[in-house]
């Protein structure tokens, strides 16, 4: 498939199929911002509840957070954002659109050709104002990072968990940033979720921890049935480092449009500990069994959720050519697919079948995401449901009111196999973790 196609196929799923939503489409939308449907919210639900139990839940030595996202506007000045968080921009002096440097190819205007300005800095920070009055005393920013309230609060960890090092603190939540170029669908978003990891170790150990993360990171997304062959690192040169970082990869995917970041590793030693102690006077060392105190380094993995969402879609969309038709599969890692299970009765007009698919799919939707079906022949819903992702579907026939068996099918494998009712739990449970 044509790779500008299968982008174009992917956006008109998620719209078809509740997926994705431009935000505010009846005001003609409003660029930047996208929603999410009834199925695009369990799998970005999924997603990061995965991310949770593998980096913070199954291990002992990271704890969670969840901060606000407006902060004192004195973090972002000790954090560096206020003066660093730029783009470098031109504008087009015909149709005032702005362009970042990096991104032209040529010294006019990609839309219209016109001729452009000097290279002006943009700061990507969203401002609001707090209280009632819009004075520059009252001015606050939504955060563009998750990060910082992790950094405000590492006192309070300490004290609360006593840890020793390395330990990391996690927080997933929403970040902000006035992005200029975008387009690519959800990959470039003004408003969108982040999941961070700040992992806090002994300076002097922080080149081995930063390999031991990009390879956990690597893994985790090969674990999620991402193909090798579209993932790989890419080293950041000295020169074009953020100001905070000391080294920085990252996970690349090869989307339609090519290979972009998907996610980001960054040692950012103990700049924003060091420049938080400063900036607000606090003692924000750690302290060891031997009573040393001293900044710990950080290695920060960090990955925006709707990244992952578009590369997975992309990644599990297929076309299978059938006898009669095409079939359109999503192949998702189960243990993230919206929908695990969808339950049919064979036919929707007999009140037995339907009575005993109805028990089935009440129970089944305590323990799984679980939908129902019955429009439309078996055929079309197994269409319907593999569009969707879901994982698996079972119908309810005649020999189930008999021998209280049903047939299960296989997304992938199309395979069918019946299995008794009350082993359906332990049947997807056992695939599921
Ligand atoms: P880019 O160069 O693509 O703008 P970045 O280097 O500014 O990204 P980071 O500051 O490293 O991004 O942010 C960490 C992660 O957050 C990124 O790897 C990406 O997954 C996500 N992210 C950053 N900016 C956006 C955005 N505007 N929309 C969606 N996700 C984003």
Same mark, same amino acid.
């Given at each position: 498939m044509a790779e500008q196609n299968l982008m174009e196929k992917i956006v008109s799923l998620c719209k078809r199929r509740g997926f994705v939503f431009p935000s505010s489409e009846i005001y003609g939308g409003i660029g930047g911002f996208w929603d999410f449907g009834p199925l695009g919210v369990e799998l970005k639900n999924n997603i990061k509840s995965w991310w949770w139990k593998t980096?913070?839940?199954?291990?002992?030595?990271v704890v969670g957070l969840d901060t606000t996202i407006i902060h004192n506007p004195k973090v972002w000045e000790a954090s560096g954002h206020t003066l660093s968080f730029t783009d470098p921009l031109r504008e087009c002096k015909s149709c005032h659109k702005r362009f970042r440097v990096d991104q032209?190819?040529? &010294?006019?205007?990609?839309?219209?050709?016109g001729k452009l300005t000097e290279v002006k800095q943009f700061n990507l920070m969203f401002e609001t104002f707090i209280g009632s009055a819009k004075e520059t005393a009252n001015k606050a920013y939504l955060r563009p990072e998750t990060c910082q309230g992790i950094f405000l609060n590492f006192v309070n960890v300490l004290d609360t968990v006593q840890p020793k090092l390395p330990f990391g603190i996690a927080q997933i939540g929403k970040g902000f940033r006035n992005e200029v170029t975008l387009g690519n669908f959800i990959f470039r978003d003004r408003e969108f979720e982040m999941m961070e990891l700040e992992y806090f170790v002994k300076p002097g150990e922080d080149e081995k921890w930063f390999d031991y993360w990009l390879k956990e990171r690597m893994k985790w997304y090969l674990d999620l049935?991402? &193909?090798?062959?579209n993932l790989r690192f890419f080293e950041h040169p000295k020169k074009s480092?953020?100001?905070?970082?000391k080294r920085t990869v990252d996970i690349e995917y090869k989307f339609p449009f090519g290979w972009a970041e998907l996610e980001g590793i960054a040692n950012r030693t103990d700049f924003d500990l060091k420049n938080h102690a400063k900036f607000s006077g606090k003692d924000l060392r750690f302290q060891d069994e031997k009573g040393e105190k001293f900044f710990p380094y950080v290695i920060e993995p960090s990955v925006g959720v709707e990244r992952i969402v578009l590369a997975l879609l992309l990644e599990g969309y297929q076309e299978q050519k059938g006898k009669e038709e095409i079939r359109v599969v999503l192949s998702l890692n189960p243990k993230i697919s919206p929908v695990k299970v969808a339950v049919f009765p064979?036919?929707?007009?007999?009140p037995e079948l339907i009575k005993m698919a109805k028990e089935i799919y009440q129970d089944l939707k305590t323990c799984f995401n679980t939908a129902w079906d019955d429009i439309g022949n078996i055929g079309k819903r197994y269409r319907r449901q593999d569009e969707a992702g879901t994982s698996w579907c079972i119908t309810v026939d005649f020999d189930t009111l008999k021998d209280k068996t049903v047939t299960v099918r296989d997304r992938d494998t199309m395979k069918q196999e019946r299995i008794a009712i009350d082993k359906l739990k332990d049947f997807f449970q056992t695939k599921l973790i």
């Open positions: 980096m913070v839940q199954t291990r002992d030595e032209l190819e040529k &010294d006019q205007c990609p839309e219209c050709g049935g991402i &193909d090798k062959k480092l953020a100001h905070y970082s064979l036919l929707a007009n007999k």
